[in-house]
């Protein structure tokens, strides 16, 4: 790999390794003096660059072990993977991003969300993590043990993931609708009880014109109500036929829609496992605002709708969980997270980045720290606690870069 899944970012392909085995990788760890995990590179922000060397865990042993009503897998394993095997023994997790083609750990490091109220970011489905450590140690760190809110959620900057246990549920089956044209007013004026009314939902705009252009019902067919689908909710209409959430893109990338019943991971990520997610050629930003603020954060965003339509492919609006992690963007609080795929041109989105985030501060919005942001994220509650942290399983500053150095000063 010579750049990140966006071409944003290069790196020097002479600087990536690529261990065999644990042991390998433990040595490579302890020898080096600047090093950073890299999963499968789909982060945007300079969260992922190194100083010193890159290590990839995708050359491990991709191993998936299920015991009783948790999994242990290897961090490299990408979701699709883990998805399919936790789906034909039964089992399944209890959600996903919208893509499966990222790694387990590096999904998990960043805080990667799906959409649900009552779904958390993926980070905690993790009730253990197993790492190589500053000084090439084999760690285990178990949800319960103080350290572990700092660590499930990591940042890349605790050590190299190499396997995380994760909580399982039974396999569901799903049913995913599509409706069109929401107003805004109407979104405003119901923002709760539309964002409630699946186990998943998701809303799109292009922000050409002051509607939602889609909205995304995922719900489990065990859900009361699950197989109703009015053809008018909200005063938006069924989609007559499957759709992408870039207009122009073929819809056949995207998992099964008008209510076909199917497996969860098959429902839960928009993108199929064996397409390009998305439209490939983009960047991408997200800010998590506490829930309550929903109605508002989406008045704000009408409000420079002029501004953001010429350099957005997609807005896309869902709800996270709150959870316990230390730096998670959705730590002790409830979050309605905007995402942005912005076109591919960095100079053109910058300004519009900057007049979004303007708006969206006094929200108190912390962006995604695997996206693209400008201003510095209000404080953290717990950042103390992290920074203490890292002192400790990192004290010669081994796992660090000039982002954590930014953000996060030792
Ligand atoms: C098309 C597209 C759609 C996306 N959709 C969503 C979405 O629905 N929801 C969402 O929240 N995000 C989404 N993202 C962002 C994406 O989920 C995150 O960037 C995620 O972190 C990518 O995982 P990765 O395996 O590519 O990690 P990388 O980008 O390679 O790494 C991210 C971070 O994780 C750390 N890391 C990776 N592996 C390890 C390891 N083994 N040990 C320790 N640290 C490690 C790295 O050091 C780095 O800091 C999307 C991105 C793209 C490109």
Known sequence: ?????????????????????????????????????????HSFSRLIEGPGELVSVAGLPA????????????????????????????????????????SVAGACSTGTHGSGDRNGNLATAVSAVELV????????????????????????????????????????????????NLALDRLTGHFA?????????????????????QVWLKRRVDEPGAADAPPVRWGATLADGPRHPIPDLPPEQCTEQLGAPGPWYTRLPHFRLEFTPSSGDELQSEFLLPRASGGAAVAALAGIRDRLAPVLQVCEIRTVAADELWVSPSYRRDSVALHFTWVKDAAAVDPVLAALEERLAPLDAR????????????????????????????????????????????
């Open 133 to 180: 450590g500053a000084d090439g140690d084999l760690v285990t760190v178990r949800r319960g043990d103080p350290d572990f809110p700092g660590v499930a959620l990591g940042l890349g900057a605790c050590g190299i993931v190499t396997r995380l246990t994760l909580d399982v549920v039974p396999a569901y089956d799903m049913r995913q609708w599509v409706y069109e």
């Open 63 to 102: 191993t998936m072990h299920l015991d009783g009503a948790q999994v242990t897998v290897a961090g490299g394993v990408r979701y699709g993977e883990l998805a399919r095997y936790l789906d034909g023994a039964g089992y399944a997790l209890a959600n996903l991003g919208s893509l499966p083609h990222i």
């Open 367 to 410: 962006p995604h720290w695997a996206k693209l942001f400008r201003a510095a994220p209000p404080p953290y509650p717990r950042a103390a606690d992290f920074v203490a942290l890292l002192r400790r399983y990192d004290p010669a500053g081994k796992f660090r870069n000039e982002f954590l150095d930014r953000y996060f000063p030792a």
């Open 1 to 41: 790999m010579s750049t990140n899944w966006a071409g944003n970012i290069a790196f020097d392909p002479r600087r990536v390794r690529r261990p065999g085995t644990v042991d390998e990788l433990r040595r490579l760890v302890a020898a080096s003096t600047r090093i950073r995990a890299l999963g499968t590179g």
């Open 193 to 213: 009880d539309i964002m409630a009314a699946g186990y998943s939902v998701s809303l799109f705009a292009g922000w050409t014109a002051p509607r939602i252009d």
